[in-house]
């Protein structure tokens, strides 16, 4: 039967359907098409394709055909990357595509002919229209099965329509970003119940292109074996490098996939370069391996999004294969779906990385500790600088290590389970020694060779050393950290160079170069802060240890907050001795037996949550029962306590409440609760940091917004029920926080909660 026999049949036998639409649908659909279906097929596609309009965007028709098989039908207006969204969904609800055809109605020219796969510039596309200014719809008709452990009966029927309707109205707003971010969280979770069956093993897929058998397409042949969501990797892998699909031919005989694509580039030509066809072919199957891993991610859509990204990296080296293997291998992706659906921050700083210098810190991730020690970073900082002629040299060399480093720790503290809160912070705090230390010796040198080496008034040297204070001085830094830090020197005297200079401007100007030395390339992240100087930001950068303990004393200007500040003094770099001394005046003052204001500290800690937290927020730090009520009651404690006893006299935090509790200040019930919250609760800040790139932003989203449901699945959380595992983390967060605030309403008699806010 002709085409034209074919559509007169058709009309004759399905008089309640418009001939317009008949022939409208015959001019427009592929001709292979009509030698596959039957006319009644035909005519129910054309019943099908009349019935969907905006409010109503999909039809679906799901047919049993025997034990776990169905055919789908969707018929659907044309919507950017439409067809790896449908894909994904399916996937996600456990179908496995065994055969199918793909179609979708001809267009104003071919060059606008894209099924589903139009290029960003087109986002704000609602849906492509025929020469006639009617719409152009798709025709998809799939024969399924249905993996073992799921079910599908009406209640699935109708939440599979549902949530593809959903999707839809998000391509038909141009919003592709968001309906993929919302289908790769669904996907993953379904993955993430099969992963053990196909991530032991990485299967080869075989790439075939062929220009000769479609005079306007090229032909792409896939051969592999079958793995969950294979067409949506597939699909989207295309989607995700410009690639139009026009149609698909979908075999699946066994476990063997054999399926045929129709492509073609975004302006509508052939893929014909080498070059052009190697490079999609590792984009394609390296995204395809990679998609198997989405649920080692937090974020799956962030991670493919930001694999995509890596590849385009990969293709402008003119070396890549170091790396490229690396990635090709499961290890490889496996890291890559964790630190890729993670941080952006961490991603950016992977991206910023030359490859010669990312390639030994990925392959050392397993070999090399967490925590080298200090003397390891110092000799390989010492070599890494050995070879430098000058200042600027020194600088590149040590902020390139510095921020090797950081990348290292931070990666290892995120895929090692073993690595705890301590071994984290204290790598972190080794490093910035270090670091602190090659970046004054570097300033230092420089500066002698202007003015001479400082010398006090009676001809010795003056020495110079560097305090650490806040979360640095305790050892307790974490991602997105800043450095806080005291700069004094012994005492006034001259350089004895011949451009002579007193000792306060040339430490003043030391104290300046080492801040300018030191690059913090995100906010917070080693920003060096001297705001816990003395007199702040009006006063010095650096000051004579004579000054500093004048002004830290009984009779100085420090108020009584920089008391508290000063528990956190650690030395960490420059002269040991002169250090020493500042930490023996550190417990003589703080430590005195001087009675403590806690009235006045508590008016303080009111006032903080009064004035940083706004009315229905949760802040992790400042809400009664964030973090710094640990700190807090911990110092408080410590100030009232530490008179006598030298295990109280500590920077750390975690070390301090151990004292408390061995001397009988708190008891064993209070020590435990306040302990576990505050690990939990610096994780939480943590997590919190490391996903938003800043020190500044730890306020709870809300429990039902995608990323709460983000951090859950960063802090572990991943069962099969996304609701139930974010209100597992809002409970742990109340719980812990509650108790905080029990204990520090308790202990220092705010008798009331709302006291506190």
């Known amino acids: 039967m002709t085409k034209v026999d074919l559509r007169r049949a058709i009309e004759r036998h399905s008089p309640d359907i418009d001939r317009e639409t008949i022939k409208d649908f015959f001019s427009r659909m592929d001709q292979d098409y009509f030698s596959l279906y039957t006319p009644e097929e035909i005519s129910r596609h054309i019943r099908m394709s009349g019935s969907i309009d905006p409010e109503h965007p999909i039809q679906l028709r799901v047919t049993p055909r025997g034990e776990n098989r169905f055919d789908i039908i969707i018929v659907s207006f044309d919507y950017f990357s439409e067809f790896s969204i449908i894909c994904g969904l399916m996937?996600?609800?456990?179908?496995?595509?065994?055969?199918?055809n793909i179609y979708t109605f001809s267009r104003t020219s071919r060059t606008e002919s894209s099924r589903s796969n139009f290029p960003a510039?087109?986002?704000?596309?609602?849906?492509?229209?025929?020469?006639?200014?009617?719409?152009?719809?798709?025709?998809d008709i799939f024969n399924v099965r249905l993996s073992e452990g799921n079910g599908f009966d009406r209640l699935k029927k109708l939440e599979l329509e549902e949530e593809l309707s959903s999707l839809i109205r998000l391509l038909r707003e141009g919003l592709f970003q968001e309906a993929r971010e919302q289908l790769n969280l669904r996907l993953a979770e379904y993955l993430e119940k099969t992963k053990d069956l196909f991530t032991s093993l990485l299967y080869p897929v075989e790439v075939r292109f062929n220009n000769r058998i479609s005079r306007e397409w090229t032909v792409m042949d896939l051969h592999s074996k079958d793995t969950p969501a294979f067409l949506y990797a597939v699909s989207n892998a295309l989607?995700?490098?410009?690639?139009?699909?026009?149609?698909?031919?979908?075999?699946?005989?066994?476990?063997?996939?054999?399926?045929?694509?129709?492509?073609?580039?975004?302006?509508?030509?052939?893929?014909?370069?080498?070059?052009?066809?190697?490079?999609?072919?590792?984009?394609?199957?390296?995204?395809?391996?990679?998609?198997?891993?989405?649920?080692?991610?937090?974020?799956?859509?962030?991670?493919?999004?930001?694999?995509?990204q890596l590849l385009d990296k990969l293709l402008?080296?003119?070396?890549?294969?170091?790396?490229?293997?690396?990635?090709?291998?499961?290890?490889?992706?496996?890291?890559?779906?964790?630190?890729?659906?993670?941080?952006?921050?961490?991603?950016?700083?992977?991206?910023?990385?030359?490859?010669?210098?990312?390639?030994?810190?990925?392959?050392?991730?397993?070999?090399?500790?967490?925590?080298?020690?200090?003397?390891i970073l110092y000799q390989e900082l010492s070599a890494h600088i050995s070879g430098c002629n000058t200042i600027e040299e020194k600088k590149k060399t040590i902020n390139e290590f510095?921020?090797?480093?950081?990348?290292?720790?931070?990666?290892?503290?995120?895929?090692?389970?073993?690595?705890?809160?301590?071994?984290?912070?204290?790598?972190?705090?080794?490093?910035?020694?270090?670091?602190?230390?090659?970046?004054?010796?570097?300033?230092?040198?420089?500066?002698?060779?202007?003015y001479g080496l400082p010398l006090m008034e009676d001809g010795t040297a003056c020495s110079f050393s560097i305090c650490g204070l806040g979360k640095f001085g305790g050892r307790e830094m974490g991602y997105a950290s800043d450095v806080e830090l005291l700069f004094i020197y012994s005492g006034p005297g001259h350089t004895n160079g011949d451009n002579s200079i007193d000792n306060s401007l040339y430490f003043e100007r030391?104290?300046?170069?080492?801040?300018?030395?030191?690059?913090?390339?995100?906010?917070?992240?080693?920003?060096?802060?001297?705001?816990?100087?003395?007199?702040?930001?009006?006063?010095?950068?650096?000051?004579?240890?004579?000054?500093?303990?004048?002004?830290?004393?009984s009779c100085g200007d420090a108020a009584q907050f920089e008391r508290q500040a000063l528990i956190k003094l650690r030395w960490v770099a420059g002269d040991e001795t002169l250090g020493q001394q500042m930490e023996a005046h550190r417990n003589s003052f703080v430590y005195s037996g001087v009675p403590f204001d806690l009235g006045g500290a508590l008016h303080l800690r009111k006032r903080q949550a009064r004035e940083l937290v706004k009315?229905?927020?949760?802040?992790?730090?400042?809400?009664?029962?964030?973090?710094?009520?640990?700190?807090y009651a911990v110092q408080y404690l410590q100030i009232m306590h530490g008179n006598g006893h030298a295990g109280l006299m500590t920077p750390s935090t975690l070390e301090a409440l151990d004292g408390l509790n061995k001397v009988g200040v708190i008891g064993q019930e209070d020590y435990i609760s306040l302990r576990e919250a505050y690990i939990f609760l610096r994780a939480l800040i943590d997590a919190l940091r490391i996903v938003r790139g800043n020190a500044r932003d730890i306020i709870l989203s809300d429990e039902d917004s995608p990323e709460f449901k983000f951090l859950a699945r960063r802090f572990g959380y991943r069962g099969r029920y996304r609701d139930k595992e974010t209100k597992r983390l809002a409970e742990e967060i109340k719980f812990h926080m509650t108790k905080v605030m029990q204990f520090f309403v308790t202990r220092f008699n705010t008798s009331k909660f709302d006291k506190l806010t």
């Open 510 to 553: 030391l104290a300046q170069d080492i801040i300018d030395f030191i690059e913090a390339r995100h906010e917070g992240i080693f920003h060096i802060d001297l705001r816990l100087r003395p007199y702040g930001t009006a006063g010095s950068l650096a000051n004579s240890i004579e000054n500093v303990m004048a002004y830290y004393s």
């Open 316 to 375: 402008e080296e003119k070396r890549p294969g170091h790396i490229l293997s690396f990635i090709s291998e499961r290890d490889g992706l496996d890291l890559m779906a964790h630190l890729l659906g993670t941080s952006d921050f961490l991603w950016e700083d992977f991206l910023r990385m030359r490859f010669e210098n990312l390639m030994p810190v990925l392959e050392d991730l397993k070999e090399r500790p967490l925590r080298p020690g200090k003397k």
């Open 615 to 631: 009315p229905g927020q949760v802040n992790v730090k400042y809400s009664p029962g964030g973090i710094i009520d640990i700190e």
């Open 91 to 100: 996937a996600s609800f456990g179908f496995d595509i065994e055969k199918g």
């Open 402 to 450: 510095k921020d090797r480093e950081i990348f290292s720790i931070d990666i290892k503290h995120l895929l090692d389970p073993h690595t705890t809160l301590i071994d984290f912070s204290c790598a972190l705090s080794d490093l910035t020694e270090v670091v602190l230390d090659q970046a004054y010796l570097s300033c230092h040198q420089e500066l002698i060779k202007r």
């Open 239 to 308: 989607s995700m490098r410009g690639i139009y699909i026009h149609k698909v031919r979908i075999e699946s005989v066994g476990t063997e996939v054999l399926d045929r694509f129709y492509i073609s580039d975004r302006e509508g030509h052939k893929i014909l370069g080498k070059e052009e066809k190697n490079a999609l072919r590792m984009a394609m199957v390296l995204i395809k391996q990679f998609t198997h891993f989405l649920p080692r991610a937090p974020d799956p859509a962030k991670a493919i999004l930001a694999f995509d």
């Open 121 to 139: 510039k087109d986002r704000g596309n609602k849906g492509r229209v025929s020469p006639s200014g009617s719409p152009v719809k798709i025709v």
